[in-house]
């Protein structure tokens, strides 16, 4: 999955005197899809997810789309966990009411710890829940773009939040330097 296309691209098609078929290509299109992926996944998720991502973009090129949403709710539910885990070292975390609540009650109650955009999109998870359990392929499929975008968005959030926050370090740390 890590290769580069070099820019050439190769099908292969089947021709009868009805139809043209494409029965297949070089790189594949789950090679492709996941090339296409922003480097802020490379530096946001940890292997284990990178793999789970790249296992979701590869069913969605081969139509699987209930099978995809099973590993972007589990890089979903890994970005909710992360926070979760920060949130809990605070001496003010209610961790009863964390444990008692669903999905997007748990988003709101660790607001402070995850990106604005998946505070106001809560309701992400709903989709990838009913993708599992009340949709078929097609709908899955046709909801995929939509789902990793929003945790691409969520990433990216959380990197420019990292970036923010070192140069602000740093900028406290040139100022304390220059006043001693």
């Given at each position: 999955?890590?290769?580069?296309?070099s820019g050439q691209l190769d099908f292969c098609f089947y021709k009868n005197a009805n139809?043209?078929?494409?029965?297949?290509?070089?790189?594949?299109?789950?090679?492709?899809?996941?090339?296409?992926?922003?480097?802020?996944?490379?530096?946001?998720?940890?292997?284990?997810?990178?793999d789970e991502l790249g296992r979701a973009v590869g069913l969605r090129a081969h139509g699987?789309?209930?099978?995809?949403?099973?590993?972007?709710?589990?890089?979903?539910?890994?970005?909710?966990?992360?926070?979760?885990?920060v949130a809990k070292k605070n001496n003010d975390w209610d961790e009863k009411a964390y444990?008692?609540?669903?999905?997007?009650?748990?988003?709101?109650?660790?607001?402070?710890?995850?990106?604005?955009?998946?505070?106001?999109?809560?309701?992400?998870?709903?989709?990838?829940?009913?993708?599992?359990?009340?949709?078929?392929?097609?709908?899955?499929?046709?909801?995929?773009?939509?789902?990793?975008?929003?945790?691409?968005?969520?990433?990216?959030?959380?990197?420019?939040?990292?970036?923010?926050?070192?140069?602000?370090?740093?900028?406290?740390?040139?100022?304390?330097?220059?006043?001693?």
């Open positions: 999955m890590s290769s580069k296309c139809e043209l078929i494409k029965i297949g290509q070089y790189p594949s299109k789950a090679t492709l899809d996941f090339n296409s992926l922003d480097e802020v996944f490379s530096k946001e998720l940890d292997s284990l997810y990178r699987v789309g209930v099978g995809s949403f099973v590993y972007l709710r589990r890089i979903f539910e890994n970005l909710v966990d992360e926070a979760h885990q444990q008692e609540s669903r999905m997007p009650e748990k988003i709101n109650l660790l607001s402070h710890q995850l990106p604005n955009r998946l505070v106001k999109n809560s309701n992400l998870y709903g989709i990838l829940s009913k993708g599992i359990h009340e949709l078929d392929e097609e709908e899955c499929l046709a909801h995929f773009d939509l789902v990793l975008e929003a945790i691409k968005m969520i990433l990216k959030e959380r990197h420019e939040k990292k970036e923010y926050d070192k140069i602000l370090n740093d900028l406290n740390n040139t100022a304390s330097d220059i006043e001693d």
